[in-house]
């Protein structure tokens, strides 16, 4: 520990040596000089640096343990040091012999700039923290306070460990255990400071501790006052801070203080008077817009790292949509990443702005020349998606491959998704995992649920690897990746084996958690589940409709149908109409068979077969297959205005084998069994045992099962003993166990 001395002892020749000494060190580093300044008192130190003792890196002195060895190492350097020429002799003058010619003249002393003592600012890392670089000050303050005998450095570094907060500043377990005693230690050492130091800093800090609870605190508010008054810039922002946060809250005098240090170039004083906008007493509005929001881009110039915060603050609160344009755009001219963003989303979507994609991607382009990665992803892709500007995958990819090269985990897996799917580049599996891969390491949520998909489902090139695929998925699902949660859902309601067991009450909790994170496709599902109920939800028609409205606001148009239905079935035609037009705007091709029925029969809409006609070909055409079914059965009946005609009805009826068997067999179902999907269609077996003939000779087996039936019966067709075995013996021969049942008593009966 250092002796703190007041004035430092008479010593001739000592003197000079410690001087020289300390010139040694004032040139060798700044931050060594600064600190040499700091302990000019300290005679012990100033003779172990005179003796070459100083490392080479910054800010590691080896300091003196006492005065008196410090003292007696200084004498015997002074001993042994040899004389240097031109050293006053007895009888000269204090300038040295004079020289032939008259007196010798004066040097001019020149002084360099390096030879200049540093500013004040530089005397500690304080302005470092002042701005909120907390991580480079604590560093410095770690580095020096074992040569401080202020208390200054402990206090800062115990101030810096308090407020870490969440932040990473590299501060160890061992220095938060440690705090209380460092306070108490720094209060110990700044007491004698003050005493012998008339230091506003040092007043600073000691009141600080005080008022936290380390001493007196009227006290401690007395020393912040004095300090303040001799202008330093931390007591000013602490008791403008103390008036905000106290029960006796007083902004007006908060604010006094807060400007005293902004005057100052405080960053954070400038912070929180921007902060402070918004808030009023009785006498009304404490700080103006201009004010506030000025201080919140000087503070931002100065890179305080919550001033953009402030802007958005302040942004937040206003009611004037063109003086928050006005405040937005300025700022942006200042280069400020919130306005930028938030007036490239406003332009794009037209918020309190007319819609103008170029003025979106003029500051997307500014943040992008800044560097910022986001922004570079954001502008590819709005150039993969054709947002604000034309579509362009070249250009996309482009923009992204700078993202991801600045490290933005985004870009990264929009890249990997291009190389999964062949978009704008030759599809390739391997390139893509290794995106998803990188994306994942940098904390990319998406990436590692690509990542897990990828290796559950597998490709044609890449087999599937359940094992690591469903760990992947579950680690994305608890990131909160709603894609993740639903697929996780998926797993557990079937159970897949020696991954995970059919988990009912597991795939349910996965996919309440996917609905909450507003995924479409889970809110369905769960509309399903209340619906029709199961083992763990019962049925509830209204909670099922709910599900269904909030899917259809999130505009799914599979919900416009679902909920066209249910109104339907309950009688309520404007609710019906509503959601089927919704539907069809949509786009949604089911909705043009539903529709078409309800023409047919005159359901909530007029009755017009001619409608129908149209709505099944709109189906048709999209490829849906029991729309191609059922239109078929009308040009075979000459239904719907149409004339008879088996060849179209033929050639629609193979298409629709072709292009979608299941729905063809489903219609051939609804005629044959009276359930189609709704009145319009009549009892026609005979219909019914066609559809049923041509997917049989498709070779749908439970199509030959069921026409088996009808030829034994003579359901829709003439019996036909014979013609039954047969297909009954055809379907068992594929495989369709129940057929060998009913061919086996057939043949027994014939």
């Given at each position: 520990m250092y002796r703190l001395v007041s004035r430092p002892p008479a010593l001739s020749r000592g003197h000079l040596s410690v001087q020289r000494g300390y010139s040694q060190a004032h040139h060798a580093h700044p931050w060594h000089r600064h600190t040499l300044a700091q302990f000019q008192h300290c005679w012990a130190l100033k003779a172990i640096l005179y003796m070459g003792k100083m490392t080479s890196e910054p800010y590691q002195l080896h300091p003196a343990t006492t005065f008196c060895e410090g003292n007696s190492l200084?004498?015997?350097?002074?001993?042994?040091?040899?004389?240097?020429?031109?050293?006053?002799?007895?009888?000269?003058?204090?300038?040295?012999?004079?020289p032939e010619g008259g007196p010798r003249k004066p040097r001019k002393k020149v002084t360099k700039s390096s030879d200049k003592p540093p500013p004040v600012d530089l005397l500690w890392p304080d302005h470092l923290y002042a701005d909120m670089k907390a991580k480079e000050a604590y560093d410095i303050y770690k580095q020096m306070h074992r040569l401080d005998v202020t208390g200054w450095a402990s206090f800062r570094i115990a101030e810096i460990v308090q407020n870490a907060g969440n932040d990473n500043y590299g501060i160890t377990g061992e220095d938060t255990t440690q705090l209380a005693k460092q306070l108490e230690a720094a209060k110990a050492a700044l007491e004698v400071t003050v005493e012998n130091l008339d230091d506003p800093k040092y007043k600073y800090a000691l009141g600080k501790l005080y008022v936290e609870g380390y001493g007196d605190p009227k006290k401690g508010l007395s020393l912040l006052k004095k300090a303040s008054k001799d202008g330093n810039v931390f007591s000013q922002n602490y008791l403008g801070e103390l008036f905000v946060k106290s029960k006796k809250r007083d902004l007006r005098k908060a604010l006094v203080f807060f400007r005293l240090a902004a005057a100052q170039g405080s960053a954070r004083a400038q912070y929180n008077i921007a902060n402070l906008f918004g808030a009023s007493d009785k006498e009304g509005e404490v700080v103006?817009?201009?004010?506030?929001?000025?201080?919140a881009l000087l503070a931002y110039e100065k890179k305080y790292v919550h001033a953009e915060s402030a802007v958005k603050s302040i942004t937040e609160k206003l009611q004037d949509p063109n003086l928050l344009i006005s405040v937005l755009q300025h700022a942006a001219d200042r280069g400020v990443t919130y306005a930028l963003n938030d007036l490239a989303r406003r332009y794009a979507e037209g918020d309190q702005v007319p819609v103008d994609p170029e003025s979106s991607m003029k500051y997307k382009k500014m943040?992008?020349?800044?560097?910022?990665?986001?922004?570079?992803?954001?502008?590819?892709?709005d150039h993969l998606n054709g947002n604000g500007v034309e579509k362009n995958v070249h250009e996309a990819l482009h923009f992204l491959k700078i993202a991801a090269d600045k490290g933005d985990g985004k870009a990264i897996n929009t890249i990997g998704e291009m190389y999964h799917y062949g978009i704008g580049v030759e599809k390739d599996t391997q390139r893509a995992l290794e995106h998803y891969q990188k994306a994942s390491l940098l904390d990319n949520p998406?990436?590692?649920?690509n990542l897990g998909r990828l290796y559950w489902n597998g490709e044609e090139d890449f087999p599937a690897q359940k094992e690591?695929?469903?760990?992947?998925?579950?680690?994305?699902?608890?990131?909160?990746?709603?894609?993740?949660?639903?697929?996780?859902s998926e797993i557990y309601e079937k159970g897949e084996e020696d991954i995970c067991e059919k988990n009912e009450a597991e795939s349910l909790k996965w996919l309440r958690a996917a609905h909450e994170n507003k995924h479409v496709e889970a809110t369905m599902r769960l509309g399903y589940l209340y619906l029709n109920g199961s083992d763990l939800v019962e049925r509830d028609m209204e909670e099922a409709k709910r599900l269904y409205h909030i899917a259809s606001d999130m505009g799914e148009p599979k919900a416009h149908l679902i909920l066209s239905l249910i109104y339907r079935n309950e009688d309520k035609c404007s609710e019906c109409v509503h959601y089927i037009n919704l539907a069809i705007k949509a786009d949604y091709v089911r909705a043009h068979v539903t529709i078409a029925s309800m023409y047919y029969n005159g359901h909530c809409v007029p009755l017009d077969r001619t409608k129908t006609v149209e709505h099944l070909t709109i189906a048709a055409e999209k490829l849906d297959g029991s729309a191609m079914a059922y239109?078929?059965?009308?040009?075979?009946?000459?239904?719907?205005?149409?004339?008879?005609?088996?060849?179209?009805a033929n050639k629609l009826l193979d298409q629709a084998m072709y292009y979608d068997?299941?729905?063809a067999w489903e219609v051939a179902e609804s005629y044959r069994i009276s359930e189609a999907l709704d009145e319009s269609v009549p009892e026609r077996k005979d219909i019914a045992a066609w559809i049923h003939g041509k997917a049989a000779e498709e070779g749908n087996v439970e199509s030959m099962y069921i026409l088996g039936q009808m030829y034994e019966g003579g359901e829709g067709v003439v019996a036909n003993k014979?013609?039954?075995?047969?297909?009954?013996?055809?379907?068992?021969?594929?495989?369709?166990?129940?057929?060998?049942?009913l061919y086996d008593a057939l043949r027994a009966k014939v």
């Open positions: 200084l004498k015997e350097q002074v001993k042994s040091e040899p004389k240097k020429r031109g050293r006053k002799k007895v009888g000269e003058g204090a300038t040295g012999p004079k103006d817009v201009q004010e506030a929001f000025s201080m943040l992008a020349e800044s560097g910022d990665a986001p922004a570079l992803t954001q502008i590819g892709l998406e990436g590692l649920f690591p695929g469903f760990g992947y998925l579950l680690i994305a699902a608890t990131d909160g990746i709603a894609a993740a949660q639903n697929l996780v239109l078929a059965v009308m040009y075979r009946r000459g239904d719907g205005g149409l004339a008879v005609d088996m060849e179209k068997r299941d729905a014979e013609e039954a075995l047969r297909l009954y013996q055809k379907a068992a021969n594929n495989g369709y166990d129940k057929a060998q049942v």
